[in-house]
């Protein structure tokens, strides 16, 4: 059967010929051994991903939840769920002792720690162990190994795995930390030895700011890992962050599912993903997979793991860590083998052998996965939290997946990542995945907090990104044209969100007099409408700073005239609801257009293929005024979040950008800087308090011999 997957084939009949071995796996293995309920001891999206598969096996999945968590897409999609604690969750999901009283309680016979919280926790794999419960995942001894990265480090050099220069000794001084970096040569990375995700990761490219960076990142260790060991490597300049999909039985079996594309980046975090690896030979391709195949059998490895590398500019790798557990990720690498990995999980934790041979893994097509978060790309990226106040996507197919764990009207809390959902689609080849991927951020429509789609929209139809030429400076080397300046909305635009405006105020009006007991009369419909003359009104909208001024005339038949900027146009338009969504039938001067509405409070937003654009109505002066925080004078939060330490004191002086305060939100630690020079007034929060978005931290006033020179000038 291998020689004949070699041969040239249609894809359809690989395809065929791949389903015959898959189900011939199916019948020889119809049950999943001692794996008939598995507790998923995790959240949002991945919690709902591993169940999907347990339901299409027969297996019966649990749920654990905190307070944040009782009403969400993964409680309702589980056939039993219990409640483990507080929103925190170093009070709920990292909670090995609950987790397990859970899997007892519940019978279940193994657990799928999914990513993150205690999926690479060599205690938890242990206690699992103890307690006679299936972890799926790989023996604890391959956690340490490779979670440990100097451990790891040693263990592929063994192996004869590259590996980049670095220093991974026991010496955590700060003097022998700072040497070694000097030894090395600035820039370089520091790095938790335990973990991922961008965590604990800093980097430092000159010797005057290695101690902040150095604190910043054992700060976030502790927090993440409950660990604050560190290693210095040598920061790679531009490199390519590329991962192999590797999988291992019980039986000393393993393979690779070829390679993923993850260097474009923020923050150290993934943000778009693809595989294979564009620009990547077939010599390249065979050398990574069986470098990862290495790595794996020197830890004895079972189940789902991902070996990381560091690719230069020719395609020389070098291994960066081991991910022992199932990636984020690990869709693309799913569409282009035509496999599901977590099935492939519960079968070798239930001691199955790999259900297919290298031989049998075949490469087809191209898929990509765009990462969709609550975050403002246009303030680095600053994640946020809020309420999902419209929620509609593409339709899912064959070749579409959405890959989430909210629906509409849920929160995305600020105790959690703020992933929303992955989409990840295939094509044929390259241009047809990225095409359809377009195509489909395009319909991926959402109301009520920021989001990185119209970003993602932009980085996907980069002239370099569409060329392959990817990299994990990729982002700040375009930035500029991945960050135009707001622009002032079109006419056309302004048009469209005038007209919607007006005619969501008819229908209110309407809907009104049609429940009010007065009789009706053709003067109460508030649409502008007069005998003897035309009526006419002025709306200002604005887009980020930009305003516009709209006058609008009604006329006879129920038409408008706009007039913005000396031109005038010439509207007329219908709503029209199809399902939960309402559209704006529009024509402007003759051009017809059908953008989805949605108005949300003065929000009003407009959804087409063309593209989004949200157009607000402003608040008039005295509201403005009211609403304003008044904190001018001092720093404020941006986002809700845990203030972790405070920095000052009041009476201390203080110089524009010092940092004022840390806080921890969305599992990530943001430091406050002073927005201006002066003293500190009052201090607001203290360590281990929660503080709202926008809420005051400090108060800070101007010294007052700056006050006086300015007062001379």
Request: net charge negative; glycine share 8%.
């Given at each position: 059967?291998?020689?004949?997957?070699?041969?040239?084939?249609?894809?359809?009949?690989?395809?065929?010929?791949?389903?015959?071995?898959?189900?011939?796996?199916?019948?020889?293995?119809?049950?999943?051994?001692?794996?008939?309920?598995?507790?998923?001891?995790?959240?949002?999206?991945?919690?709902?991903?591993?169940?999907?598969?347990?339901?299409?096996?027969?297996?019966?999945?649990?749920?654990?939840?905190?307070?944040?968590?009782?009403?969400?897409?993964?409680?309702?999609?589980?056939?039993?769920?219990?409640?483990?604690?507080?929103?925190?969750?170093q009070q709920s999901y990292l909670c090995m002792e609950k987790?397990?009283?859970?899997?007892?309680?519940?019978?279940?016979?193994?657990?799928?720690?999914?990513?993150?919280?205690?999926?690479?926790?060599?205690?938890?794999?242990?206690?699992?162990?103890?307690?006679?419960?299936?972890?799926?995942?790989?023996?604890?001894?391959?956690?340490?190994?490779?979670?440990?990265?100097?451990?790891?480090?040693?263990?592929?050099?063994?192996?004869?795995?590259?590996?980049?220069?670095?220093?991974?000794?026991?010496?955590?001084?700060?003097?022998?930390?700072?040497?070694?970096?000097?030894?090395?040569?600035?820039?370089?990375?520091?790095?938790?030895?335990?973990?991922?995700?961008?965590?604990?990761?800093?980097?430092?490219?000159?010797?005057?700011?290695?101690?902040?960076?150095?604190?910043?990142?054992?700060?976030?260790?502790?927090?993440?890992?409950?660990?604050?060991?560190?290693?210095?490597?040598?920061?790679?300049?531009?490199?390519?962050?590329?991962?192999?999909?590797?999988?291992?039985?019980?039986?000393?079996?393993?393979?690779?599912?070829?390679?993923?594309?993850?260097?474009?980046?923020?923050?150290?975090?993934?943000?778009?993903?693809?595989?294979?690896?564009?620009?990547?030979?077939?010599?390249?391709?065979?050398?990574?997979?069986?470098?990862?195949?290495?790595?794996?059998?020197?830890?004895?490895?079972?189940?789902?793991?991902?070996?990381?590398?560091?690719?230069?500019?020719?395609?020389?790798?070098?291994?960066?860590?081991?991910?022992?557990?199932?990636?984020?990720?690990?869709?693309?690498?799913?569409?282009?083998?035509?496999?599901?990995?977590?099935?492939?999980?519960?079968?070798?934790?239930?001691?199955?052998k790999l259900p297919l041979s290298q031989s049998d893994i075949?490469?087809?097509?191209?898929?990509?996965?765009?990462?969709?978060?609550?975050?403002?790309?246009?303030?680095?990226?600053?994640?946020?939290?809020?309420?999902?106040?419209?929620?509609?996507?593409?339709?899912?197919?064959?070749?579409?997946?959405?890959?989430?764990?909210?629906?509409?009207?849920?929160?995305?809390?600020?105790?959690?990542?703020?992933?929303?959902?992955?989409?990840?689609?295939?094509?044929?080849?390259?241009?047809?995945?990225?095409?359809?991927?377009?195509?489909?951020?395009?319909?991926?429509?959402?109301?009520?907090?920021?989001?990185?789609?119209?970003?993602?929209?932009?980085?996907?139809?980069?002239?370099?990104?569409?060329?392959?030429?990817?990299?994990?400076?990729?982002?700040?080397?375009?930035?500029?044209?991945?960050?135009?300046?707001?622009?002032?909305?079109?006419?056309?635009?302004?048009?469209?969100?005038?007209?919607?405006?007006?005619?969501?105020?008819?229908?209110?009006?309407?809907?009104?007099?049609?429940?009010?007991?007065?009789?009706?009369?053709?003067?109460?419909?508030?649409?502008?409408?007069?005998?003897?003359?035309?009526?006419?009104?002025?709306?200002?909208?604005?887009?980020?700073?930009?305003?516009?001024?709209?006058?609008?005339?009604?006329?006879?038949?129920?038409?408008?005239?706009?007039?913005?900027?000396?031109?005038?146009?010439?509207?007329?338009?219908?709503?029209?609801?199809?399902?939960?969504?309402?559209?704006?039938?529009?024509?402007?001067?003759?051009?017809?257009?059908?953008?989805?509405?949605?108005?949300?409070?003065?929000?009003?937003?407009?959804?087409?293929?063309?593209?989004?654009?949200?157009?607000?109505?402003?608040?008039?002066?005295?509201?403005?005024?009211?609403?304003?925080?008044?904190?001018?004078?001092?720093?404020?939060?941006?986002?809700?979040?845990?203030?972790?330490?405070?920095?000052?004191?009041?009476?201390?002086?203080?110089?524009?950008?010092?940092?004022?305060?840390?806080?921890?939100?969305?599992?990530?630690?943001?430091?406050?800087?002073?927005?201006?020079?002066?003293?500190?007034?009052?201090?607001?929060?203290?360590?281990?308090?929660?503080?709202?978005?926008?809420?005051?931290?400090?108060?800070?006033?101007?010294?007052?011999?700056?006050?006086?020179?300015?007062?001379?000038?």
């Amino acid at each position: 059967m291998a020689a004949v997957l070699q041969t040239p084939l249609s894809r359809g009949l690989r395809a065929q010929i791949q389903k015959l071995i898959w189900t011939k796996s199916w019948v020889r293995h119809a049950s999943v051994g001692r794996i008939e309920k598995v507790l998923i001891a995790n959240r949002g999206e991945i919690a709902c991903r591993v169940m999907r598969t347990a339901k299409k096996m027969g297996v019966r999945s649990v749920a654990v939840y905190s307070d944040a968590d009782r009403h969400s897409m993964h409680v309702a999609m589980a056939d039993e769920a219990y409640h483990i604690g507080a929103a925190p969750s170093q009070q709920s999901y990292l909670c090995m002792e609950k987790v397990l009283e859970v899997a007892k309680k519940s019978s279940a016979q193994a657990v799928h720690p999914g990513y993150g919280f205690l999926s690479e926790n060599t205690e938890f794999a242990e206690l699992c162990k103890q307690e006679g419960i299936i972890f799926i995942g790989p023996p604890s001894s391959a956690i340490r190994d490779m979670g440990i990265k100097s451990t790891s480090k040693h263990i592929m050099s063994a192996a004869g795995v590259p590996i980049i220069e670095g220093y991974h000794g026991e010496d955590q001084s700060d003097e022998r930390l700072q040497a070694e970096a000097a030894r090395i040569g600035y820039p370089v990375m520091i790095k938790a030895v335990r973990g991922g995700g961008g965590k604990g990761m800093r980097i430092a490219r000159s010797e005057a700011e290695f101690h902040e960076q150095l604190e910043s990142a054992r700060r976030e260790a502790r927090k993440s890992f409950n660990d604050d060991v560190m290693l210095v490597e040598k920061f790679v300049e531009n490199p390519r962050h590329v991962e192999v999909q590797v999988f291992g039985d019980q039986h000393g079996g393993a393979v690779y599912l070829f390679e993923r594309d993850c260097s474009v980046q923020r923050r150290h975090q993934k943000i778009i993903e693809e595989a294979p690896g564009p620009g990547i030979s077939p010599e390249v391709r065979r050398k990574l997979g069986e470098a990862a195949v290495r790595a794996a059998k020197a830890v004895n490895y079972v189940g789902a793991g991902t070996v990381e590398f560091i690719m230069d500019a020719q395609h020389n790798f070098y291994f960066m860590e081991m991910n022992t557990r199932l990636q984020v990720e690990h869709p693309v690498s799913e569409m282009i083998t035509g496999t599901d990995l977590v099935e492939w999980q519960l079968r070798v934790a239930a001691g199955e052998k790999l259900p297919l041979s290298q031989s049998d893994i075949v490469l087809r097509g191209h898929s990509f996965e765009a990462r969709i978060y609550a975050e403002d790309p246009s303030n680095d990226f600053l994640p946020g939290a809020g309420h999902l106040r419209h929620l509609s996507t593409p339709q899912p197919d064959e070749h579409t997946r959405i890959e989430t764990g909210v629906r509409e009207g849920d929160e995305v809390s600020v105790h959690y990542d703020p992933m929303i959902a992955k989409l990840v689609v295939w094509g044929e080849d390259r241009s047809a995945a990225l095409k359809k991927l377009r195509y489909c951020l395009r319909q991926y429509n959402i109301v009520g907090l920021s989001t990185n789609i119209n970003f993602l929209l932009k980085l996907s139809g980069h002239p370099e990104f569409e060329a392959g030429n990817v990299h994990t400076s990729f982002i700040p080397q375009h930035s500029q044209q991945l960050f135009p300046p707001a622009v002032a909305p079109t006419a056309e635009e302004a048009c469209q969100a005038a007209l919607g405006l007006l005619l969501r105020e008819r229908a209110h009006t309407q809907e009104f007099v049609r429940q009010s007991d007065d009789v009706y009369s053709p003067f109460g419909l508030g649409d502008g409408s007069q005998l003897n003359m035309l009526f006419c009104r002025n709306l200002m909208l604005q887009l980020g700073e930009n305003k516009v001024a709209v006058a609008v005339t009604y006329k006879p038949d129920g038409t408008y005239s706009m007039e913005i900027g000396g031109q005038v146009f010439q509207v007329s338009g219908e709503l029209q609801k199809e399902g939960r969504a309402t559209y704006l039938c529009c024509c402007v001067n003759g051009v017809l257009s059908r953008p989805k509405l949605v108005i949300v409070d003065n929000e009003v937003h407009l959804f087409s293929l063309d593209g989004s654009a949200q157009v607000d109505v402003p608040l008039p002066k005295f509201l403005a005024s009211v609403s304003s925080s008044g904190a001018q004078d001092g720093a404020v939060a941006p986002m809700t979040g845990t203030i972790e330490k405070v920095l000052v004191k009041a009476g201390d002086t203080v110089q524009k950008g010092d940092p004022l305060v840390v806080m921890i939100a969305m599992k990530m630690e943001h430091t406050i800087r002073a927005p201006k020079a002066g003293v500190i007034k009052k201090v607001l929060f203290r360590e281990g308090s929660q503080a709202n978005r926008h809420a005051a931290l400090v108060e800070l006033e101007e010294e007052e011999e700056e006050l006086k020179d300015e007062a001379q000038s």
